[in-house]
């Protein structure tokens, strides 16, 4: 079988470099998608991927440019792993409205161009793969963080959408969902509630971690493992499914 084309977004590092590396590892050729150069060329460096393609995954002139090129580079996508996202902390009443947007644009509207390119050429081989990296956000509330939240339970409508729509070809579209993990997601997080409290960095992660059963954050690879799984060849009757990679926060 010829080796799978597989697109990475957010791939530059923490979760989506770890998720390229174990895919580069299982013989696929990996393209890594971020925003930037430097550390996207260190992960093709590192071996941890084939190629990269640069763009915001907000802007969607950027997005489709990236995606043909990656497409040029490399062939047709085979597989689809929508890592990009990100968070704005504040409490509800003092979040802007500009907030919500943000948050869609980052955490759903990108995923969803890319399902919008990647699909046709799927359809025509009957055989794709897309994994949404969505969170536990998406499957239960946190305070402070309600655009995160409502976007995230955005992408997981969006994946059981896709998964009923595109069955029938032979694609799967699924979600991995973690819970707090060892990421840079997690690090400004809690750099942003030591400047607004005062309190000590060691204490906010350990109530991060308390989310958690095990009592500690999830690990990268952790994440990255499941999101292989999915992708798997054997894994096509596993389709619409929101995976929680979170210790046993939730069900």
Known sequence: MRARHVLVTGGSKDIG????RKMTLSGDIVTVL???????????????????VVADITCEK?????????????GAIDVLINNAGGSASARFADMTMDAFVQAFRLNVLGAARLCQLALPSMVERKDGRIVNVASTAALRGYTYVSPYVTAKHALLGLTRSLALEYARHDITVNAVCPGFTESDLVRDSVE????????????????FARFNPRGRLNSVEEVAVAVAFLCGREAGAINGIALPVAGGEVG
């Open 17 to 20: 470099r770890e998720i390229a």
């Open 192 to 207: 942003r509630i030591v400047k607004k409290s005062g309190r000590p960095a060691d204490d906010i992660r350990t109530e």
């Open 34 to 52: 971020g925003r930037s150069d430097a550390l996207l060329e260190a992960a093709v460096n590192a071996g941890e991927a084939h190629h990269y």
């Open 62 to 74: 950027e997005l489709d440019d990236a995606f043909h090129t990656a497409v040029a580079k490399a």
